[in-house]
């Protein structure tokens, strides 16, 4: 498996936990010629290396490659390294349910969905004096957290909201809106990069998580609030409709501001609509149970070992 960035390395630890009781697992950033029967890889571009070296050494064997956001829904439409990827891979896996929609149609059909998970927690009794809300992700343009800056900015003067915002500065002209937007806005805190559990706290405690992202191969920030019992907003693409579903009632349109502040603010005001919200976000968790994940990735790996597969 490759450690293209953390969240590919945590699912790497966690595959490789899940695996354990049952194969010989090994995490390598580089597949380097080491004895195995399958090869599993995360991120079709960034382990183009080790798939490919992996193929022309053992032609025969199992090759698992791990589609991630930046692979569907950017690179295997112009990087010659991840459509081949595509091609070698004897399996084919995207963590949301409208991933196997980005391949095309000829490889659609070794491709396997496989949601990740994480612990639930138990629900927090939530503060019925304001509504809060949280927008977690690093500041880099995929995650967009401008517009959810910008929805803050529109509810400014409702004194029973508020925004909180948690991830590190990547991207200095972001850290400096966040900045200006704190500045302006009594009720909008950016907190920066925070350790995994107080992250995960922040999410429970929260009404409202938003997850503005313009591309997600499987937002592991969704099922976290899934697994918490926090509803929901989400804009409209791929990788959130994959991960709650068509009829969720919490999107909004990509960058629309406008839009997820009225969501907002509907959600402070209306009591049976975020709690419907709520309802339909937490029917999602059995999907993102560490059960689950682990028996589709057994499935996978079962078959896979005990039927030949040619490569397309």
Same mark, same amino acid.
């Given at each position: ?33 080491? +004895? ?9 571009? @960034? ?30 439409? #112009?990087?010659?390294? #991840? ?22 149609? +000829? ?55 508020? /925004? ?30 925070? +350790?995994? #559990? ?32 926090? #509803? ?19 999107? /909004? ?30 029917? @999602?968790? +059995?999907? /993102?149970?560490?059960?689950?994940? @682990? ?18």
């Amino acid at each position: 498996m490759a450690a293209a960035n953390s969240g590919n390395w945590r699912t790497a630890s966690r595959w490789a936990r899940m695996l354990g009781a049952e194969f010989h697992v090994r995490i390598v950033p580089l597949w380097r010629g080491e +004895p195995c029967d399958a090869l599993i890889a995360l991120h079709a571009r @960034r382990s183009a290396e080790s798939i490919d070296a992996f193929a022309q050494a053992h032609p025969g064997r199992v090759l698992i490659v791990v589609l991630t956001g930046t692979d569907l829904y950017r690179d295997i439409r #112009a990087n010659a390294d #991840a459509q081949r990827a595509l091609e070698l891979a004897t399996h084919l896996v995207t963590l949301q349910a409208q991933g196997p929609d980005e391949l095309p149609p +000829p490889l659609r059909a070794k491709c396997s969905v496989i949601y990740q998970s994480a612990r639930p927690l138990k629900p927090a009794v939530k503060t019925r004096r304001l509504l809060r809300v949280v927008h977690v992700g690093h500041l880099r343009d995929e995650k967009d957290p401008l517009t959810y800056m910008r929805a803050a900015r529109r509810l400014s003067a409702r004194s029973d909201l508020a /925004f909180d915002q948690i991830g590190d500065g990547i991207d200095p002209t972001l850290a400096a809106a966040a900045r200006e937007t704190q500045a302006q806005c009594p009720h909008y805190r950016w907190l920066g990069a925070l +350790p995994y #559990a107080a992250t995960r706290q922040h999410i429970k405690h929260a009404q409202l998580l938003v997850n503005s992202s313009r591309m997600e191969g499987g937002a592991h920030v969704v099922l976290e609030a899934a697994l918490s019992g926090t #509803a929901v907003l989400a804009s409209n693409i791929p990788g959130n409709l994959g991960m709650l579903g068509p009829a969720h009632n919490g999107y /909004f349109d990509m960058g629309d501001d406008a839009r997820l502040a009225a969501l907002i603010a509907r959600a402070r005001d209306d009591a049976v609509f975020l709690a419907h919200l709520r309802a339909q976000t937490m029917s @999602r968790a +059995p999907l /993102f149970a560490p059960d689950e994940e @682990r028996r589709r990735l057994l499935h996978l790996l079962h078959t896979a070992l005990e039927i030949p597969h040619a490569r397309c």
